[in-house]
Antibody, heavy 126, light 105 residues
Framework: EVQLVESGGGLVQPGGSLRLSCAASGFTFSNYWMHWVRQAPGKGLVWVSRINTDESSTTYADSVKGRFTISRDNAKNALYLQMDSLRAEDTAVYYC???????????????????WGQGTMVTVSS | DIQMTQSPSTLSASVGDRVTITCRASQSISSWLAWYQQKPGKAPKLLIYKASSLESGVPSRFSGSGSGTEFTLTISSLQPDDFATYYCQQYNTWTFGQGTKVEIK
């Protein structure tokens, strides 16, 4: 079964750090771009970050740039999000998602997010 | 940055109704648009990609159309399982719309 399972969420004080993990199974993880998306309580979906297949390219939303770091370990089929200098407004459910973009030597054919994890809650509060 | 604007924010409808949700992009995104369904406490589910392609396993009552800056998601005959929040997303730089909640009338 194709599956993504997030972990690592919890309660952290403002200014603190947290590392989220996303375990992938049922597919060849190293072939896919991966993303983090978050959703504050009662609010909509907000894209956070993206990483390509070999970690050579990462992208961040302006709201987290310089504070969050996305990474992956293809040998362990795992995606990570290191979150530093956390703020109250970072409180949200964090989802990892698989991107079906594929790239050839001539360029990339963009794709949507076809598989999502169940989410992990991050609460930033004193 | 590309902004995505959905309308309406909330929609009240009855089982069997035809429902249409609109999504507008602040600049052309060609057909790089997806629609997702989300139920409370659950992860989003992909319904439509490339503006009008139906994801495998999604009922045919869901359809998408549009290109450039204006897109629509249509549910031809609303079913009880369809009451949920729907999001559009441009996947050039991955921005989501603010969501449309479909409620029971």
């Amino acid at each position: 079964e194709v599956q993504l399972v997030e972990s690592g969420g919890g309660l952290v004080q403002p200014g603190g750090s947290l590392r989220l993990s996303c375990a992938a199974s049922g597919f060849t993880f190293s072939n896919y771009w991966m993303h983090w998306v978050r959703q504050a309580p009662g609010k909509g979906l907000v894209w956070v970050s993206r990483i390509n297949t070999d970690e050579s390219s990462t992208t961040y939303a302006d709201s987290v740039k310089g504070r969050f770091t996305i990474s992956r370990d293809n040998a362990k089929n795992a995606l990570y999000l290191q979150m530093d200098s956390l703020r109250a407004e970072d409180t949200a459910v964090y989802y990892c998602a698989r991107d079906v973009t594929y790239c050839l030597s001539t360029g990339c054919q963009r794709g949507p997010f076809d598989i999502w994890g169940q989410g992990t809650m991050v609460t930033v509060s004193s | 940055d590309i902004q995505m604007t959905q309308s309406p924010s909330t929609l009240s409808a009855s089982v069997g109704d035809r429902v249409t949700i609109t999504c507008r992009a602040s600049q052309s995104i060609s057909s790089w648009l997806a629609w997702y369904q989300q139920k409370p406490g659950k992860a989003p589910k992909l319904l439509i990609y490339k503006a009008s392609s139906l994801e495998s396993g999604v009922p045919s009552r869901f359809s998408g159309s549009g290109s450039g800056t204006e897109f629509t998601l249509t549910i031809s005959s609303l079913q009880p399982d369809d009451f949920a929040t729907y999001y559009c997303q441009q996947y050039n730089t991955w921005t989501f719309g603010q969501g449309t909640k479909v409620e029971i009338k």
